[in-house]
């Protein structure tokens, strides 16, 4: 089997993320007073592809170490023609690769990892607004697929907004107003697709759409803002992780860095407490407007992602769950659930 990094060029993602890339892109760093989680994660994949396809092809998002979490004791075995780790040059995703030659009867891989998770709290906000380079962070500006700074998107940015003129205030108003006005609909597919013009309208969605409603709105009153496309462990000491998928949202405070928010996870919460009211969990209110916790493995960000190596289909809305192609053509849809993958987890 070819392990991760059979190039130099490839071997330099263990080594090196570009600073400044995610909120996440500096040595793993233990707290005293961090919540801290650590686990073994186990992706099990027997490809539900046509045994006679002669070119067959598979992404899997792959997590590495950062300032939130540590990633190591990485093992990845099956009967692929070849894999190796790669990441895209314009968002940055990374993607464990493997392809098949050829018929075959079944197509399997094993990818197993250990985590060390912390928390992410950033709640001591500067008390003077620093100023910032909108071409710095042109990037974080500028609108997606899916994620319009124009037209109605913008003119409720700006409703919003209206009275606040730092970047701490836009995002805090325009947190409060997600909170209050969306819901979660357990209707939707996976994470949801972020189509955000529909969103504001209709308000109904999964975290995805809520958290690119959150970016599409702070983009448009000027602030930067991306998406952070994740994993969850779960709540036991074992669990099926398979559909745990999460995404939550992060804006970037001059002078201070970026801020993780996490509206989707308070809708979710009232959901689950069958209330609308806010005041029943106000303290999850207070908590997700600077945190998320600890139980969350990070992926990466960007929307309209195309991979590396380059999928035969179109642009990816996002990565975070397993895509595969068959003779160029894609299997399934954009969540992967008919791939025939399964993930684990086992707390250590």
């Known amino acids: 089997m070819k ?9 330099l993602l263990f080594l090196i993320i570009i600073a400044g890339f995610m909120s996440f892109s500096f040595p793993y760093e233990k707290s005293a007073y961090a919540k801290e989680r650590k ?7 027997n490809l539900n592809a046509p045994e006679k396809a002669k070119d067959v092809r598979l992404w899997i998002p792959y997590p590495v170490s950062g300032g939130h979490q540590r990633i190591y004791g990485v093992n990845i075995k099956g009967n692929f023609t070849q894999e190796g780790i790669y990441r895209e040059g314009e968002h940055g995703n990374i993607a464990l690769y493997a392809e098949w030659k050829g018929p075959f009867k079944k197509r ?11 928390d992410f709290v950033m709640k001591d906000f500067p008390r003077q607004q ?14 997606t697929s899916f994620g319009p700074t124009s037209g109605k998107v913008k003119a409720l940015a700006l409703e919003i907004t209206k009275y606040e003129s730092s970047v701490v205030g836009k995002a805090r108003a325009i947190y409060n107003w997600i909170v209050a006005n969306m819901y979660r609909d357990e209707g939707v597919k996976g994470c949801g697709y972020g189509k955000v013009e529909r969103l504001i309208t209709t308000r109904g969605g999964k975290c995805a759409d809520i958290s690119s409603v959150f970016v599409a709105l702070a983009r448009s009153a000027g602030v930067p803002a991306r998406e952070i496309f994740s994993i969850r462990m779960p709540e036991g000491r074992t669990g099926d992780m398979t559909k745990n998928q999460h995404c939550w949202a ?3 405070d001059p002078g201070y860095g970026w801020v993780p928010v996490d509206p989707a996870d308070v809708r979710k ?6 209330t609308n009211n806010l005041k029943d969990v106000n303290d999850l209110v207070q908590y997700f407007f600077g945190a ?9 960000t960007g929307r309209d992602v195309l ?5 035969s289909g179109g642009r990816l809305d996002y990565f975070m769950y397993p895509y595969a192609e068959a003779d160029g053509k894609p299997i399934g849809d954009m969540f992967g659930f008919d791939l025939g993958y399964r993930i684990d987890f086992k707390e250590l």
């Open 3 to 11: 392990k991760p990094g059979f190039s130099v060029l490839k071997g």
């Open 39 to 45: 686990g073994e994660v186990t992706l099990r994949l």
């Open 108 to 118: 399997a891989l094993t990818y197993s990892y250990k985590v060390d998770r912390r």
């Open 130 to 143: 620093m100023p910032f380079s909108e071409k710095e962070f042109a990037r974080y500006l500028r609108p």
């Open 250 to 252: 992060e804006f970037y």
């Open 269 to 274: 919460a009232m959901l689950k407490k069958n």
């Open 292 to 300: 998320v916790d600890e139980n969350r493995i990070a992926y990466y």
């Open 307 to 311: 991979l590396d190596p380059r999928q």
